[in-house]
């Protein structure tokens, strides 16, 4: 059963932008942290961003750290990706995931996964 959808992923250029979003159901969004992950190939699932419910809280890795931002709108049962200054090292599929802590960086905290969004930045 999929339920969480990505959107929002294709091709963009180095130093650009692309914003993906998120789609869930109430039940695998409402009093939940969601996260961003993604993965290439050849190496493993790594998280990306993280927010919690409903304080503001975020969670990013020094890698995206200043580049990326993640936002929900709970109303929408939406969390969104705003990828800015894209690197090549960004290419990866993306998958949102619904989990209890945005704190923690461990795929095997997060409950419900999407299917996930390729994107791909070209040098």
């Known amino acids: 059963q999929v339920q969480l959808v990505e959107s929002g992923g294709g091709l963009v250029q180095a130093g650009g932008s692309l914003r993906l979003s998120c789609a869930a159901s109430?039940?695998?969004?409402?009093?939940?942290?969601m996260g961003w992950f993604r993965q290439a190939p050849g190496k493993e699932r790594e998280i990306v961003a993280a927010?919690?419910?409903?304080?503001?809280?975020?969670n990013y890795p020094d890698s995206v750290k200043g580049r990326f931002t993640i936002s929900r709108d709970n109303a929408k049962n939406t969390v969104y990706l705003q990828m800015n200054s894209v690197k090549p090292d960004d290419t990866a599929v993306y998958y949102c995931?619904?989990?209890?802590?945005?704190?923690?960086?461990?795929?095997?905290?997060?409950?419900?996964w999407g299917l996930g969004t390729q994107v791909t930045v070209s040098s």
């Open positions: 995931a619904a989990g209890y802590y945005y704190t923690s960086e461990s795929i095997r905290d997060y409950l419900y």
């Open positions: 109430r039940r695998t969004f409402r009093g939940y942290a």
């Open positions: 927010i919690s419910w409903n304080d503001g809280r975020t």
